[in-house]
C-alpha cells in the first residue's frame, strides 16, 4: 500500500511526470519553478531518462519538439517570462502536432513582475500566445494531490489527441507543500508506438515533422485538422468541478489557488445563510462553456462572480458561456497579493 | 560498352531542387548524401534536419526521415532528437548563415559546448537568401545588400562573423572546418571534410562543424562564374579555409 507522503508542488509534479512517462526534461531555470528542473535533474537519470538544463527557454521547447519528433514523452517547464520565450516553439509543436507536456508555474507580470502567485498568463494559455491559430489542452490544477493527477494523465491526453498539454499552474502550487498520494509508474512498453515518428524511415514510408505548407488549401486543411482535434477535447476533455451550485444565487467562479480561497468563502457565507456556490473550470482550453450556461439558465441565480488574480482575463469566457442571461461582475488582486476569504465575502455582500 | 561516370546519390529523392542556377545549397546537398552513401549509413538510421531559409525544403530533397525546425533552432531540436535516439542513429543538421550565426547562434554554441554528438553543415553565403538578399551576420565589410544599400559599413553594421574560429575555441568543439565550393578541387575538398565530420558522430566523438563558402549570385548581383571568382578573389581572404578544431583523440 502507497501511503501519503508530504512533498511540494514542484517536486511533486515532477515525481509525477516521471510516473506517467516523462524520460526527457529540457528546462532553464526560473522562480517559482526551479525544484521541477532541480528534482528532474537528480531523478531522470535513476530511471534511464535525460535531462539537459538548456541554454535558454527558446532552447528548452525545441529541445522538447526534436525528443517529441522522437516519440520520446518530453516535458519542459517554466514561469511566465520563461513561457513568452517558448512560444515560437509552442506553436510549432502545436502546428506539427505533436505531443508533449509544458508547464507554467504563472508569477506575477507583465514584464519581469514578481516571483509571487498571479494568474495573468490566462490568454496567452487559452488563446494562443504563440503565432497563428492553434489551442493546447490546458489543466489548472486547485491542490498539489490534483496537479499530479492531472500530470500524470497528460502525457497519455497529449499522445492520445497529438496535442501539448499545458498546466496552468501558479507560484503557490509550486512553492506549497501537501500530502499526496503518488501513483504507479506507467508501463512505457505498453504505450501505442508512434508509427509517425522520425525514428528512421521505413522501407516504404518517410516520416517528415513540418509545419510549413506553402499551398492554401493545404495548410487550410491542416488547420481545420487541428481543429478538428480541439473539438473532440471540447467533446471528451472539458473537465470542471461545480460545487453547491444547485440553489446558489450568486455563483462564484475561479480556477486554481483562487478556488480553494473561494471555496473557503462560499462555505462561511453558507454557514451565514447565504446561497452561494462555486464554479470550478479544471479544463480552460477547452472552457466549460456548456456546464456555464446551463448555470445561468437557473431561476433562482442572480448573478456570478468571477475572481482572478489579473485584472480580468478568464472572466471574458465566463460571459461568452452566460451570453448576457446574468450579470457577470469581477473581483481581482494582482502584483503577487492574494485576496482572502473574507475579501470575498465583502465582495458577495456586496461591503467592497 | 556505356560506364555509369556519375550518377545521383540514392540518399537523394526525385523531387526537383528549388535553387537557383549556381546557388552551393545543390552542390551542398549532393555532398552530404554521396557521404552518408558512401560511408555506408543506413538509411533507416538517419535523421536529418532542415533550417529555414533557403534550404527549407531540405525535407522534400533527403531521402530520410526529417524535422524542419525554427528559424536557427535547428542545433537545439537535433539534441533533444539525438538524445532520444541515442548513437545507433545519425543526425545531420543542416543550416544557412542568417540560421546559424544571427538567429540560432546561441543554439549553436551551446550543442557545441554540450558536445552533442550531431554534425552540423553551415552553408555561409554571406547574405539571407531566402528573404531577398538582406545583410547577414557573415556579410562582408563593404558587401551590398538590401539592408547595407551603399555596402557593409563597420560604423553602422559592424564586422562579420567568423563562426568556425569562434565555435573552435570551445573544448566541446571536436571537429570544425572550414571548405569552399569555388572550383571542382575544393568540392573534393568539402566533401572530405563533411565526411570526417560524419565519421566523428559515427565515432561517438560529438560535436562537428564544416562551414562552407557558398555563392549566392542571385542575391549578390553576379552571374554564377562571377559568384565563384568572388568567393575566391574576395571571400577566403576574409574566411580562410582549413581546420579550426581538431579533438578527436581527445574524444
Ligand atoms: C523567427 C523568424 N524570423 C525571420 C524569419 C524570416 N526568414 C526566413 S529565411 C531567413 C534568412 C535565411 O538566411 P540564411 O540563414 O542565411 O539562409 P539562406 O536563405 O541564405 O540559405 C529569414 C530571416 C523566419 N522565418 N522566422
Known sequence: ???????????????????????????????????????????????????????????????????????????????????????????????????????????????????????????????????????????????????????????????????????????????????????????????????????????????????????????????????????????????????????????????????????????????????VGLFRPITVYPFPEEAIGKLSEHNCLKKFLVTELSEGQMIEDVKLAVNGRKPVEFFGRNGGNVMTSEDLMSVVKGEK | MEKVVFQKSNMLTDAPLHFCPGCSHGIANRLIAECMEELNIDKKNIVGIAPVGCAVFNYNYFDVDMIEAAHGRAPAVATGLKRVLGNDKFVFVYQGDGDLASIGAAEIIHAAARCENISVVFINNGIYGMTGGQMAPTSLLGQKSTTSQKGRDIGRNGYPVKMSEMLAQLDGATYIERVSTHDAANVRKAKQAIKTAFKCQLENKGFSMIEVLSACPTNWGLTPVKAMEHIKNDVIPYYPLGVFADRRNEK
Not at chain 1, 242 to 270: M, Q
Request: net charge negative; glycine share 10%; hydrophobic share 35%.
Open chain 1, 1 to 275: 500500500m502507497s501511503k501519503k507522503k508530504l512533498m511540494k508542488g514542484n517536486e511533486a509534479i515532477a515525481e509525477a511526470a516521471i510516473r506517467g512517462g516523462c524520460r526527457y526534461f529540457f528546462g532553464y531555470p526560473i522562480t517559482p519553478q526551479n525544484e521541477i528542473p532541480e528534482y528532474m535533474s537528480a531523478r531522470l537519470p535513476e530511471v534511464g531518462g535525460c535531462f539537459i538544463q538548456s541554454e535558454s527557454e527558446v532552447s528548452a521547447i525545441n529541445m522538447v519538439y526534436g525528443a517529441a519528433s522522437a516519440g520520446a514523452r518530453a516535458m519542459t517547464s517554466s514561469s511566465s517570462p520563461g513561457i513568452s520565450l517558448k512560444q515560437e516553439g509552442i506553436s510549432y509543436i502545436a502546428t506539427a502536432e505533436l505531443p508533449c507536456v509544458v508547464i507554467n508555474m504563472v508569477r506575477g507580470g507583465p514584464g519581469l513582475g514578481t516571483i509571487f502567485c498571479a494568474q495573468g498568463d490566462y490568454f496567452q494559455a487559452t488563446k494562443g500566445g504563440g503565432h497563428g491559430d492553434y489551442h493546447m489542452l490546458v489543466y489548472t490544477p486547485s491542490t498539489i494531490q490534483e496537479a499530479v493527477d492531472l500530470v500524470y494523465e497528460a502525457f497519455d491526453k497529449a499522445d492520445q489527441y497529438r496535442v501539448i498539454t499545458y498546466i496552468l499552474g501558479d507560484a503557490t502550487i509550486g512553492q506549497m507543500m501537501e500530502p499526496v498520494l503518488l501513483p504507479e509508474f506507467k508501463d512505457l512498453d505498453k504505450l501505442p508506438k508512434k508509427e509517425w515518428a522520425t525514428t528512421g524511415r521505413t522501407d516504404t514510408e518517410r516520416h517528415i515533422v513540418n509545419t510549413l505548407e506553402m499551398n492554401p488549401d493545404k495548410l487550410e486543411g491542416m488547420i481545420k485538422h487541428m481543429y478538428h482535434t480541439y473539438d473532440e477535447l471540447k467533446k471528451n476533455e472539458t473537465r470542471y468541478e461545480e460545487y453547491l451550485c444547485d440553489d446558489a444565487e450568486i455563483i462564484l467562479c475561479a480556477y486554481g489557488t483562487v478556488s480553494r480561497i473561494a471555496r473557503t468563502a462560499v462555505n462561511k457565507l453558507r454557514a451565514e445563510g447565504m446561497k
